[in-house]
Nanobody
Framework: VQLQASGGGLVQAGGSLRLSCAAS????????MGWFRQAPGKEHEFVAA????????YNTDSVRGRFTISKDNAKNTVYLQMNSLKPEDTAVYYC?????????????????WGQGTQVTVSS
């Protein structure tokens, strides 16, 4: 399984970005996908996850109402639409995949990881 994240960049506070994560090498629609982030000097933090079918999503409290996770099984891609960005959202964002279709928020329960994409929000 290979995951390729893209879409990061520099944006002003209040702006938007859409991250993409393209998956290959597995039955993409079967497993749950998630986004995590890591700010400098901090641990990995769960951001959002979506079930294999796409019917269930879950966001962490700090991004709820601002970020939306979605997936396109035909394109083997999961997205993270980030609106109303804040400087505290600055981090490297990683996508992850699990073999199970169930949404989870724990980093260790994901089986595959992609490389990160940097998101920087200026004040």
């Amino acid at each position: 399984v290979q995951l390729q994240a893209s879409g990061g960049g520099l944006v002003q506070a209040g702006g938007s970005l859409r991250l993409s994560c393209a998956a290959s090498g597995r039955a993409f629609s079967a497993g749950a996908m998630g986004w995590f982030r890591q700010a400098p000097g901090k641990e990995h933090e769960f951001v959002a996850a979506i079930s294999g079918s796409g019917a269930t999503t879950y966001n962490t409290d700090s991004v709820r109402g601002r970020f939306t996770i979605s997936k396109d099984n035909a394109k083997n891609t999961v997205y993270l639409q980030m609106n109303s960005l804040k400087p505290e959202d600055t981090a490297v964002y990683y996508c992850a995949a699990r073999r199970s279709s169930t949404v989870v928020t724990t980093l260790q329960r994901y089986d595959y990881w992609g490389q990160g994409t940097q998101v920087t929000v200026s004040s």
